[in-house]
């Protein structure tokens, strides 16, 4: 199973609304998480079952999608959501993450 | 606080061994399986293995098969990765992480290994 994600990068204004795309090669029904990283730091879980927010992430942090395509939404972007993120598959394996999306605010 | 924290990277020549240590604290860490994830610098990140709470099931990436090694001690909440014939495409920052199966939950700062001549 592969994942890949778009775009590659992306760069919104403060208040902007953005998705990312995360595709897999085949279905993984509801296995997937995305993460966060900022330069210099660890990622940090922001979504699991492709859906469901981590305790303390904020709520303009949305996730959708089944099968085979997934998206993660930030409404109302904000100046410290400027990071790399990343999907990852689980509950099976391997666990491939995708190879990132890197949010730059304009 | 609860966090893991990662030792033992370095530099190393193609071909040599390296031995990650990680420690697990304020939390039960006989209850959880753990991974360890990579990063090439500037790149992005790579699930390699992981291994059972009781230490008797792995998995990994087919790119570390019979090169990597994952074992734990829940009596020292330690997990070790043992790395052999190492190549220069192994160099990376290396992340423990909590495995709860669904998602990543805990990530440790990590340990870096450069693997060159």
């Known amino acids: 199973i592969q994942l890949t994600q778009s775009p590659s990068f992306l760069s919104a204004s403060v208040g902007d609304t953005v998705t990312i795309t995360c595709r897999a090669s085949?279905?993984?029904?509801?296995?997937l998480a995305w993460y966060q990283q900022k330069p210099g730091e660890a990622p940090s879980l922001l979504i699991s079952?492709?859906?469901t927010l981590q305790s303390g992430v904020p709520s303009r942090f949305s996730g959708s999608g089944s099968g085979t395509e997934f998206s993660l939404t930030i409404s109302s972007l904000q100046p410290e959501d400027s990071a790399t993120y990343y999907c990852q598959r689980l509950n099976g394996y391997p666990r491939p993450f995708g190879p990132g999306t890197k949010v730059n605010i304009k | 606080e609860v966090q893991l924290v990662e030792s033992g990277g370095g530099l190393v020549q193609p071909g040599g061994s390296l031995r990650l240590s990680c420690v697990a604290s304020?939390?039960?860490?006989?209850?959880?399986?753990m991974s360890w994830v990579r990063q090439a610098p500037g790149k992005g990140l790579e699930w390699v293995i992981n291994?059972?709470?009781?230490?008797?099931?792995?998995h990994c990436v087919d790119s570390v098969k019979g090169r990597f090694t994952i074992s734990r001690d829940n009596a020292d909440n330690s997990l070790y990765l043992q790395m052999t014939s190492l190549r220069v495409e192994d160099t990376a920052l290396y992340y423990c992480v909590r495995d709860q199966n669904w998602y990543f939950d805990l990530w440790g700062r990590g340990t870096l290994v450069t693997v060159s001549s």
């Open positions: 079952a492709a859906s």
């Open positions: 304020k939390f039960s860490f006989s209850s959880y399986w």
């Open positions: 085949q279905g993984i029904n509801n296995n």
């Open positions: 291994i059972r709470q009781d230490g008797r099931e792995t």
